[in-house]
């Protein structure tokens, strides 16, 4: 599998390199997402959003979407003001390695809940 080739899990998602249709569930997306911010993001460096832009027109043509997915899924983080971009250590989980085994989840992907535990009731009044 090359950098940018996709893991076979996600080849259905993609014709000649280029991205076809996101997946709808979310593991599959949640690993789409990590393919991509490991295969086109350099965790050494900051970018741009017209860098990060021209990254994803490589896979796929709304570009604003996939970095808004990204983004949301804690993969690619930007500044307050939008102007730079930096991929996550949650993104090194989609990057191709020399490993055999599952991948192991250092960080948070996904929304985390701002109410708190389920469990938590409001007092009795």
Not at 24 to 47: C, I, N, V
Request: glycine share 6%.
């Amino acid at each position: 599998m090359s950098a940018h080739e996709p893991p076979a899990t996600l080849a259905a998602f993609f014709t000649d390199g280029h991205l076809t249709s996101i997946p709808r569930k979310p593991a599959r997306r949640t690993a789409l997402l990590e393919h991509l911010a490991g295969s086109l993001f350099d965790p050494a460096r900051s970018y741009t959003e017209q860098e990060v832009n021209e990254a994803l027109l490589t896979v796929h043509s709304d570009t604003s979407m996939l970095r808004r997915y990204l983004v949301e899924a804690l993969l690619l983080t930007r500044t307050r003001d939008g102007s730079s971009y930096r991929r996550t250590a949650a993104a090194d989980l989609g990057a191709p390695t020399d490993r055999t085994g599952p991948a192991t989840r250092t960080a948070p992907v996904g929304p985390i809940n701002p109410i708190g535990p389920t469990d938590a009731h409001p007092p009795a009044a």
